[in-house]
């Protein structure tokens, strides 16, 4: 079928299974003299007269690498437990809670559950049905725009970043795990090495003036060892005991991604449902514990003047950001290995709702025992509460040590944390491999190597990973920290949200959707209105108003961790870290376009047009032909891996032609 111009037009799912079917039935398609049969080999090459304006005709045509099939989740609830997995994490127990109470309490949930619908909700849509439509991991995706290719460099560079420092994360958690197994705990007033700390019965709180309690001088000395560090510039000698705990992490990390989702999607059938185990219990636990209630008021009390303040719009913006792990590529990748008439809309709405509740209950885990905490030694609740890495293995492990069995308890607490841990881990590896797999498919079809390809990658952020498990690795850690996902994760995001919406075009992707959901429902087209709007105006809008602020604040915010101020040159190295990633849009951009013929806007034209292969990388998929696709497409720079369908637009043009 061809309109009046001779290319080929966009017809129905069912024409389009006709024309495949027809040239699956011929089995070749003449090529420019060659004969390329549909499993990607050269069969004997015939001569055929060449069109006088085809000035490439003398040069021989590239031979399409076969297609190597991608596996497939083993069934919907794998993936929906991975991306459960991947989204609730850490930040779900230490960094929620801790924005709740320091940004007004329950109010906090109003900018938070706004950002959530405005900018998060729409955003895991789209990475959703970017990565299940085009079955393909960041880099490899942007063949729908390859002027946008750049977004999945940066994305791949986060999660470089991510991965470097967040095993650490786990590291320490294998370290308290191991250090729970003696009676008393080694940071409790019961330990004889505690005595001196805890001659009053009560223990004190650096914060506040008090003196060192148990479960600082244990973290800071005994599993950090910052004290011997003077700071960046001073990281000192490896911890041996971290260091080792950091290698189990890894190890862990390699067996259980060795065969791919086939390993890692029945691992999340224990590691994403065993924290929800666990908070039940303690939620229970703490609700039976004495000053329990003044935990909870303390978390949820709302202080109503705080919404007038930019900071609490900012902390809702970001925890959306780092909880759903939206821009760093794992969710693409993730959603890459489904099926084709997966509703991605019903896994999106479950997924955020899921992640956001757990937050939100989390809460009540953390505050209940916290309260408790407050109550036994008779301060405020706001003097035993911390953030970030603090309240997870300092303020908490305190409040365990008081309650009765406190060995169980800790050992299920840090238990939860690695399971926590690990399934974001799953998904931040899994956005690194599937894009270099993407990439070079011959690793992915020799099972060896793509075993040394992940045993290579988790070596070597291993080895970049001891220098954040030395004396003074918490200042690298709490840099990398701030600056991976800060400015240049919204930035990637930002163009990806525009890229879409307005080069690759909003209706379209619309469409898209609406062909993988085979049998739509009427609210999900409704639902898409929503997201359109969102896409186009409202996501971008929010997006700039937060990274205008970040940049505001980096620049009269001088960075810290505990008294320790960073020097100009590390905060200087945190930007370049972030700017690394998000340069990567216009260095790429600019290659896509002087990669073309043309003047500068036919170059710009044609590189965001989408490729030949776009739409058939998914075996369940239906083949369509974009309507301004070209069959000069198939020499664009940024196919690593062609296909068949690159070069099927040659029989369309020499169908017009006859």
Partial sequence: MQDESGKARLGSPAEASATTAQVGVENSVDLNG?????NGHNS????????????????????PAPIIPREQWGGKYEFLLSCIGYCVGLGNVWRFPYLCYRNGGGVFLIPYFIMLFVTGVPLFLMELSLGQYGAAGPITVWKCCPLLKGIGIGMLCVSILVCLYYNVIIAWTFYYLGSSLQSPLPWSCDAVANVGLCGNGTTGNSSTGKGLSPTEKFWNERVLGVVLSEGLNDPGPVRWPLALCLLAAWIIIFLCMLKGIRSSGKVVYVTATFPYFVLIVLIIRGATLEGSLQGIAFYLTPDWSRLANAQVWNDAASQVFYSLGIGVGG???????????NNVIRDTLIITTGNCSTSFFAGFAIFSILGHMAWKKGVPVGEVADTGPG????????????????????????????????????????GITTAVLDEFPHLRANTLHKSLFLGALCF???????????????????????????????????????????FY?????????????????????????????CWVFCTPFLLLFILTYIFIEMYRTPLKYGSYVYPLWGKALGVCMGATC??????????????????????????????????????????????????????????????????????????SQA
């Fill in 44 to 63: 004997t090459a015939t001569p055929a007269p060449q069109p006088q304006f085809d000035s490439r005709a003398q040069s021989p045509a590239p031979t």
């Fill in 505 to 533: 075009g909003v209706n379209q992707f619309c469409q898209d959707i609406i062909d993988m959901i085979r049998h739509c429902p009427p609210w999900c087209t409704k639902v898409l209105l929503y997201f359109k709007a």
């Fill in 331 to 341: 969710l693409l990748s993730m959603a890459s290995y489904n099926k084709f008439d």
């Fill in 582 to 655: 998000c340069l990567q849009i216009p260095i790429w951009a600019i290659v896509a376009i002087s990669k073309e013929t043309g003047t500068l806007k036919e170059r710009f034209q044609k590189s965001i047009r989408p490729l030949n292969s776009w739409r058939v990388n998914n075996l369940d998929s239906t083949p369509r032909v974009e309507e301004h696709t070209e069959a000069e497409r198939v020499e664009a720079p940024f196919t690593v891996t062609l296909t068949d369908m690159d070069f099927t637009a040659m029989t369309w043009e020499e169908g």
């Fill in 391 to 430: 309240l997870a293995f300092v303020a908490y492990p305190e409040a365990l040590a008081l309650l009765p069995g406190s060995v169980f308890w800790s050992i299920l607490f840090f238990l939860m944390l690695f399971m926590l841990g690990i399934d974001t881990l799953f998904g931040n590896m899994e």
């Fill in 460 to 502: 070597c952020f291993y080895l970049m990973g001891l220098l954040l498990v030395t004396n003074g690795g918490i200042y690298w850690f709490t840099l990398i920290d701030s600056f991976s996902t800060s400015f240049g994760l919204i930035i990637i995001t930002l163009f990806m949200c525009i890229g879409i919406s307005f």
């Fill in 34 to 38: 060659h004969t390329v049969t549909q």
